[in-house]
């Protein structure tokens, strides 16, 4: 569990749970204002950030039925501790971040891993890209009309 004690001027310095024996990831990851501000205001314990309602620290699974039963009681559905990852993931795609930027702050050490995470929003960036090229779209849709047209004849079907 992160706490106090792995901050840094500014920076988080932890390795991974996951696979720590096997494997081990080493993070540095900045503490943004908006978490510097929540962690400064937040109870929390002498070792770790996130307490229960005891002052302990949560186990995994504990923390996992926290975290679930917080989002039901907040109206919202679908959303898992284990799915933040990936959400930031989204999101720093949108924001234009290359791969390789989403696996340092990810903790990712395998660019497969975030393009799975991120194909939607890159797919979506790309077609925005071909509209964005503008005479060449002409183009495109000259040959999509082509293509269209070929394919309802060998298919004997008008094709929309």
Known sequence: MLGRQHEKDGWLYFTQHKNRERKPVHMSLPILSGLRKI????????LTYLVTQYGRPFKNESFGNWFRKAVRAAGLEGLSAHGLRKSAAVRLAEDGHS?????AMGGWDMLKEVAR???????????????KKGA???????IWHTLRFKLSH???????
């Open 39 to 46: 962690l400064d205001v937040s109870p929390t314990g002498d």
């Open 99 to 103: 791969d390789h930027e989403i696996m």
């Open 117 to 131: 995470c991120t194909k939607g929003v890159r797919r979506k960036r790309l077609a925005e890209n071909v509209l």
């Open 136 to 142: 060449r779209s002409t183009r495109i849709e000259q």
């Open 154 to 160: 060998l298919l004997k079907t008008p094709l929309l």
